[in-house]
T-cell receptor
């Protein structure tokens, strides 16, 4: 079945540094990937929709300059948290869909802790 | 390994008919359980969640889900489906920093 690999699974970084999270579709091409953020015991919040070869579409309230999304190929999308602060600590997860008829596949998520 | 399974990839129901979407989980301990809906071109919207307590959970848009520990299930139901319910539905489980999603069930609503 379709597999989405998300790395790293856990990362701890210092305040003010940047962190890159990768979302890779291993055996299919994904023209669209979604990036989500989840706070403890709360629902997922869609951050942005990543489209291959074009700019990401950000949800209202999500800072484009802070959460940089790049979808340079049909198998890779990256989310970079720039100048991270402790309030950015969260669980980030991506998903990808294979074509219009395929099911959605989610990455395993990334636990970001900013100290 | 922890997992969430949605056995049905695609379901078609007639408008006004009842709906049940299946979800089974495999966790060492009872996870938090969620149902999400995703309309075409949009992200996930939380329908309902179960943490503990009453095993019948009411959500938005007229949906409900019942947690059955003996069956490791958390099936989503709606008594009467509307055409606007056509979407992709995801079941998810969360436990100890581990979030798992089912593959999704696509719901088609016939007029």
């Amino acid at each position: 079945g379709a597999v989405v690999s998300q790395h790293p699974s856990r990362v701890i970084c210092k305040s003010g540094t940047s962190v890159k999270i990768e979302c890779r579709s291993l055996d299919f091409q994904a023209t669209t990937m979604f990036w989500y953020r989840q706070f403890p015991k709360q629902s997922l919040m869609l951050m942005a929709t990543s489209n291959e070869g074009s700019k990401a579409t950000y949800e209202q309230g999500v800072e484009k300059d802070k959460f940089l999304i790049n979808h340079a190929s049909l198998t890779l999308s990256t989310l970079t948290v720039t100048s991270a602060h402790p309030e950015d600590s969260s669980f980030y997860i991506c998903s990808a869909r294979e074509g219009q008829a395929g099911g959605y596949t989610f990455g395993s998520g990334t636990r970001l802790t900013v100290v | 390994a922890q997992s969430v399974t949605q056995p049905d990839i695609h379901i078609t129901v007639s408008e006004g008919a009842s709906l049940e979407l299946r979800c089974n989980y495999s966790y060492g301990a009872t996870p938090y359980l969620f149902w999400y809906v995703q309309s075409p071109g949009q992200g996930l919207q939380l329908l309902l969640k179960y943490f503990s307590g009453d095993t019948l959970v009411q959500g938005i848009k007229g949906f409900e889900a019942e947690f059955k520990r003996s069956q490791s299930s958390f099936n989503l139901r709606k008594p009467s489906v509307h055409w606007s319910d056509a979407a992709e539905y995801f079941c998810a489980g969360y436990n100890n920093n581990d979030m798992r999603f089912g593959a999704g069930t696509r719901l088609t609503v016939k007029p």
